[in-house]
């Protein structure tokens, strides 16, 4: 794992669609930056058209997945 001076957390939940078009340019950024990511979903309609599209797409990177509940995510958002 490599060191990074910033790292980026991106929620997705649900919208498959919308995710084709954002991450690309959010992972294109990271990779600029020397940043960090780590995509958290929390899915639970799409989760696994939600789910086939990440790690098709972080495999291969230093993208950490986090794919979990609904209820973790909004844990997540409380104490973030």
């Known amino acids: 794992m490599k060191h ?5 957390i991106f929620p997705t939940y649900e919208d498959v669609e919308t995710l084709k078009k954002t991450l690309p340019t959010v992972m294109d950024e ?3 930056t020397g940043s960090g990511l780590i995509i ?15 790690r ?3 495999e291969g ?6 794919l979990t509940s ?10 973030a």
């Open 30 to 32: 990271c990779a600029r």
């Open 4 to 8: 990074v001076k910033m790292v980026v």
């Open 70 to 79: 609904a209820v973790s995510m909004a844990v997540h958002a409380i104490y």
């Open 61 to 66: 990177t230093d993208a950490f997945l986090i």
């Open 40 to 54: 958290h979903d929390a899915s639970v309609d799409n989760r696994e058209e939600m789910w086939a599209y990440l």
């Open 56 to 58: 098709s797409v972080t």
